[in-house]
């Protein structure tokens, strides 16, 4: 069974960075078919996906945030990560670590989410 | 505004049958089938129910079917229950370019 947990600040401040982390078990992120994946939740509920990175070291962006998104592995920890420059309220959401399926392009596993909050 | 259009709300009696709407263009559905559906519950993940438009993930609710046609995916629930009460977004891979692009979720009320 594929288990994700995030874990990071609640909280970050206004141009700040956001930075989350995401263990993996029951499965490997650098020898998975699959899209290892950050979706965040806006508090009026709108779901959008950030950018992922594919088992093969390839990363790619939400086109509308590729300038200030950062998404990496640790493989020694079987982990993944998120970085987000420059946050503003706009930021602020429920941030999911989710596993893509590489052969159906779903959204197959994900995280409990982590509740990031924008605020001085 | 969502890529993908869906209804904010539907609701159904026990046991009806409820279809859920999602509409997007050639460019957010592009020449694939990769279409999936997820059901919310509050204060959880969302859970996939529907992938490839038509197909169900082990261990979903056979009362959970998809299908396409044209620019519109739709989510159809059987002898509905008052545990399918849940928000359902749709979500599509658009390709090399957009990625994955979400609709904007419907609210399902079992009255």
């Known amino acids: 069974q594929v288990q994700l947990q995030e874990s990071g600040p609640g909280l970050v401040k206004p141009s700040e960075t956001l930075s989350l982390t995401c263990i993996v078990s029951?499965?490997?992120?650098?020898?998975?078919?699959?899209?290892w994946s950050w979706i965040r939740q806006s508090p009026g509920k709108r779901l959008e996906w950030i950018g992922y990175?594919?088992?093969?070291?390839?990363?790619n962006y939400n086109p509308s945030l590729k300038s200030r998104v950062t998404v990496s592995v640790d493989e020694s920890k079987n982990q993944i990560s998120l970085k987000l420059s420059s946050v503003t309220a706009a930021d602020t959401a429920m941030y999911y670590c989710?596993?893509?399926?590489?052969?159906?392009?779903?959204?197959?596993?994900w995280g409990q989410g982590s509740l990031v909050t924008v605020s001085s | 505004q969502s890529a993908l259009t869906q209804p904010a709300s539907v609701s159904g009696s026990p046991g009806q049958s409820l279809t859920i709407s999602c509409t997007g263009t050639r460019s957010t559905f592009g020449t694939y089938n990769f279409v999936s559906w997820y059901q919310q519950h509050p204060d959880k993940a969302p859970k996939l129910v529907i992938y490839e438009a038509t197909k169900r993930p082990s261990g979903v609710s056979y009362r959970f079917s998809g299908s396409m046609s044209d620019n519109t995916a739709s989510l159809t629930i059987s002898g509905l229950q008052a545990e399918d009460e849940a928000d359902y977004y749709c979500?599509?891979?658009?390709?090399?370019?957009?990625?994955?692009?979400f609709g904007g979720g419907t609210k399902l009320t079992v009255l």
């Open positions: 979500c599509s891979y658009a390709g090399v370019d957009t990625f994955w692009v």
């Open positions: 029951g499965d490997s992120v650098r020898t998975s078919v699959s899209y």
């Open positions: 990175f594919y088992y093969s070291g390839t990363t």
């Open positions: 989710v596993r893509g399926a590489g052969w159906n392009y779903a959204f197959d596993y």
